[in-house]
Nanobody, 129 residues
Framework: EVQLQASGGGLVQAGGSLRLSCAAS????????IGWFRQAPGKEREGVSC????????WYADSAKGRFTISSDNAKTMVYLQMNNLKPEDTAVYYC??????????????????????WGKGTLVTVSS
């Protein structure tokens, strides 16, 4: 069974940092693309950053470029999202999700969240001004 569990959310002041973690199991980690997505109240779910684990290719939303860094630890089957210089508009529930890399590249996953096959429960990030 594919399992993706996000953690690391919390309350932080604007300008602060958080690191989200996604624990993955139940599938061949190296053959998957894993992404971080977020959904703010009243808004659609959007891609934040994605990584294809075997090739290490990454994709970032414009809002994340220069502030967020995605990384993966294939030995631990973990994917991380380091978020720096957080802004109030980053407030959202953050999800990690994945699909086989043969199905979705990092770019395609990022711009087409509806195509992602496997989703985990989210973790709430609140950025206060």
């Amino acid at each position: 069974e594919v399992q993706l569990q996000a953690s690391g959310g919390g309350l932080v002041q604007a300008g602060g940092s958080l690191r989200l973690s996604c624990a993955a199991s139940g599938f061949s980690f190296d053959d998957y693309t894993i992404g971080w997505f977020r959904q703010a109240p009243g808004k659609e779910r959007e891609g934040v950053s994605c990584i294809s684990n075997r090739r290490g290719r990454t994709w970032y939303a414009d809002s994340a470029k220069g502030r967020f860094t995605i990384s993966s630890d294939n030995a631990k089957t973990m994917v991380y999202l380091q978020m720096n210089n957080l802004k109030p508009e980053d407030t959202a529930v953050y999800y990690c999700a994945g699909s086989p890399s043969t199905y979705l590249s990092a770019l395609t996953m990022g711009i087409m969240p509806s195509a992602v096959l496997n989703w985990g429960k989210g973790t709430l990030v609140t950025v206060s001004s």
